[in-house]
């Protein structure tokens, strides 16, 4: 082989090595989703999980923690985050910007809770008759306020959720079992919670900005063995 060429040939191959280690090298995309208040109490180990699952598909979850939820899910529909941790499909109804990784990472089960010194509704059916509060930007309870024949109450964290009970400004409110655990104990309000079974129950799922849908697909193949379902 002419010296030239074999020169043309080692140079070649050289810079085909230098081409596939800088690829190798690259850094992963990295996403910032938001987290509403009182997430990481109830769901302690699902964000290390998910950041693992997704470091395997060359994606670094950051969190942006501690967030009101109505400015976590807002923030994540146009764009000034990359997503939202978890919601349930009934809570981005409307926002359009936002698409689904179509593995549910949870179970939302929400109780009927009251003061433990108040008297629960006498069933279900009776809710209409009494007063719920929630969270603003927590859309389930929508599914409540609809229904409600004496009108309700909306706040912007769980601490005011739970002195609007404690005043009598609302008869009721919805959360999971962990949920109220953690409320009492940080109000130092005791409460309880009412009928044998959760009053709604919805699978959660993260959510991205439509920005970043060619992610859903890998994001879907790492959090797979996370299925709640499984």
Request: one cysteine or more.
């Amino acid at each position: 082989m002419p010296l030239k060429i074999l020169s043309l040939a080692l140079l070649t191959m050289g810079l085909l090595f230098i081409f596939n280690q800088n690829l190798s090298a690259q850094p992963p995309v990295s996403l910032t989703l938001g987290v509403y208040q009182g997430f990481t109490k109830t769901y302690p180990n699902l964000l290390p999980q998910l950041k693992k699952a997704a470091a395997s598909q060359g994606i670094n979850l950051n969190y942006k923690h501690n967030l009101p939820a109505n400015r976590s899910l807002m923030w994540a529909a146009n764009g000034n985050l990359d997503g939202d941790i978890l919601r349930q499909p009934f809570a981005v109804e409307g926002l359009p910007s936002l698409v689904q990784v179509n593995v549910p990472l949870a179970r939302f089960e929400f109780w009927v809770w009251v003061l433990a010194n108040s008297h629960c509704p006498p069933s279900e059916a009776e809710l209409v008759n009494f007063k719920p509060v929630g969270l603003l930007g927590i859309k389930y309870f929508d599914l409540v306020y609809r229904h409600s024949k004496v009108g309700f109450e909306q706040v912007t964290g769980i601490p005011a959720m739970a002195k609007m009970l404690k005043l009598g400004r609302a008869d009721y409110s919805l959360a999971g079992l962990r949920s109220i655990e953690i409320i009492s104990k940080s109000s130092g309000i005791k409460f309880k919670t009412c009928f044998q079974r959760p009053h709604i129950s919805l699978d959660g799922f993260m959510y991205l900005h439509v920005k970043h849908q060619a992610l859903v697909p890998l994001l879907e193949a790492a959090f797979k063995p996370l299925a709640r379902h499984q």
